[in-house]
């Protein structure tokens, strides 16, 4: 079973930076898709960001488009989010997850079909 860890998380000022990585010690995650989801407290958990398992396609919502960068280095078994010009309302608890299949759409940003998530690291963006 698939085990995912993410790291990097923090607190940080508004217009600062942090880089996310999320990795599965263990495993391989070359034949993943992976998608970075967030959920800030008393909200709904909201799908940031989606790289294939090749790197050569990713995926953003539109709240973070230009702000946050996904990458991933397979030969590091690692997937990064780095995220630049951060806002309070990107404060919450960042996860990874793991699916097989690539809708080719924005469906990539929703939970659906993503099989293994890790358990998250908490951003906060506060001054």
């Known amino acids: 079973q698939l085990r995912l860890v993410e790291s990097g998380g923090g607190l940080v000022q508004p217009g600062g930076s942090l880089t996310l990585s999320c990795e599965a010690p263990g495993f391989t995650l070359d034949y993943w898709h992976i998608g970075w989801f967030r959920q800030a407290p008393g909200k709904e958990r909201e799908g940031v960001s989606f790289?294939?398992?090749?790197?050569?396609?990713?995926n953003y919502a539109y709240s973070v488009k230009g702000r946050f960068t996904v990458s991933r280095d397979n030969a590091k078994n690692t997937v990064f989010l780095k995220m630049i010009n951060l806002k309070p309302e990107d404060t919450g608890v960042y996860s990874c997850a793991a699916k097989r299949e690539w809708s080719f759409s924005d469906q990539d940003l929703t939970s659906f079909k993503y099989e293994y998530w890790g358990q998250g690291t908490q951003v906060t963006v506060s001054s």
């Open positions: 790289i294939t398992n090749s790197g050569y396609h990713t």
